[in-house]
């Protein structure tokens, strides 16, 4: 099936950014310049399903990082970083992402190879709808500090 990410990530700028809530908590963790912050969907399209009749459902997978991802330079022109992201899904419940990215702007288009392993430690037996989500701004302050 083939596997869709859809992100809603940036780049810290220059002067680094102050984090609070999941990163940083209540006295705020400094996340330097050239950090990324992750959080998106990774959609799995026409997934086959225990259950379910053809055509097979999309399923979606969120994903937000657990911390400000390093990105660093590995040769002129490859950036690396590696995701520590935490997982939800209604079909295979909550879990972890892991594992290193490339960027290659050597080549006159850019490519990314990914190699990230998800581990999802809930069994959901008959899969179902859930009610419960993550709301991604839980923990968050009313304001926020720019540097």
Known sequence: APLHSFSLSFNVGPSGYTFYGAFGSDQGQLAASGNLIANGIYSMEGLPVPGYD????????KYFGEC???????????????????????LFGKGLSTGPLIFD????????SAFPTMI???????????????????????SINYN
């Open 120 to 142: 999802f430690d809930d069994f959901v037996p008959n899969p179902k709808i859930s009610t419960k989500t993550t709301n991604l701004l839980d923990g968050l302050k009313d």
């Open 105 to 112: 702007f050597t080549k006159s288009v850019p490519s990314v």
């Open 54 to 61: 053809p055509p097979y459902p999309n399923v979606l997978i």
């Open 68 to 90: 400000p991802l390093d990105t660093r330079q590995l040769t002129p022109g490859i950036l690396g970083l590696y995701i520590n992201c935490a997982l939800e899904s209604n």
